[in-house]
């Protein structure tokens, strides 16, 4: 049981670039959602989904795409990198419904240029 | 708004002083309230959560935190820290976002050295 898994575990881009983040859970969940991590701000939440073939935005969703086509997979996409999307990536799963507790992926540092 | 507040950024400690880091939150309801621990390099680890009941409430790692609803805290305590616990710990309040989707707002971490 592998848990979250996220991958790649550090990337550079140029300013413009293009690329997409993989996360994948083994647990079955329901739920799962990307977070970025700045210093000095925690934990802000990008983009979640409920189920497959549902996701919705939340609080900084500008700049990021999501899809969710299986229950395994929630992949997202920068689809033009600026200086401003330098962070660390978290993606997290949960059961959902009345269940609360996160688990988190081991993250992704990325650098924009 | 729902928010949370971790008023100290950076603390220090000795190894085997006692710890306690603060967490204030804003939330209308009856709050679902988490400690998570993020050593370095690491994802995040759910170290204890308060939803309902006894206030006081146990964690992994021999932690424990304490919900006072008039002081709308959640603080996290240790009795003797080792220098394994040295991490950035962050505070989350649970809130219902639309869709049903169970969203933390956390706040801005502390982070914990340990001096030997």
């Known amino acids: 049981n592998a848990g979250v898994t996220q991958t790649p575990k550090f990337q550079v881009l140029k300013t413009g670039q293009s690329m997409t983040l993989q996360c994948a859970q083994d647990?079955?969940?329901?739920?799962m959602s990307w977070y970025r991590q700045d210093p000095g701000m925690g934990l802000r939440l990008i983009h979640y989904s409920v189920g497959a073939g549902i996701t919705d935005q939340g609080e900084v969703p500008n700049g990021y795409n999501v899809s969710r086509s299986t229950t395994e997979d929630f992949p997202l996409r920068l689809l033009s990198a600026a200086p401003s999307q330098t962070s660390v990536y978290f993606c997290?799963?949960?059961?959902?419904?009345?269940?609360?507790?996160?688990?988190f992926g081991p993250g992704t540092r990325l650098t924009v240029t | 708004a729902q928010s949370v507040t971790q008023p100290d950024i950076h603390i220090t400690v000795s190894e085997g002083a006692s710890l306690e880091l603060r967490c204030n939150y804003s939330y209308g309801a009856t709050p679902y309230l988490f400690w998570y621990v993020q050593s370095p390099g690491q994802g995040l680890q759910l170290l204890l959560k308060y939803f309902s009941g006894d206030t006081l409430v146990q964690g992994i790692k021999g932690f424990e935190a304490e919900f006072k609803r008039s002081q709308s805290s959640f603080n996290l305590r240790k009795p003797s820290v080792h220098w394994s616990d040295a991490a950035e710990y962050f505070c989350?309040?649970?809130?219902?976002?639309?869709?049903?989707?169970?969203?933390?707002?956390f706040g801005a971490g502390t982070r914990l050295a340990v001096h030997p």
């Open positions: 989350a309040v649970g809130v219902m976002f639309s869709g049903g989707y169970n969203k933390l707002i």
């Open positions: 647990m079955n969940h329901e739920y």
């Open positions: 997290a799963s949960t059961h959902g419904g009345r269940s609360w507790e996160q688990y």
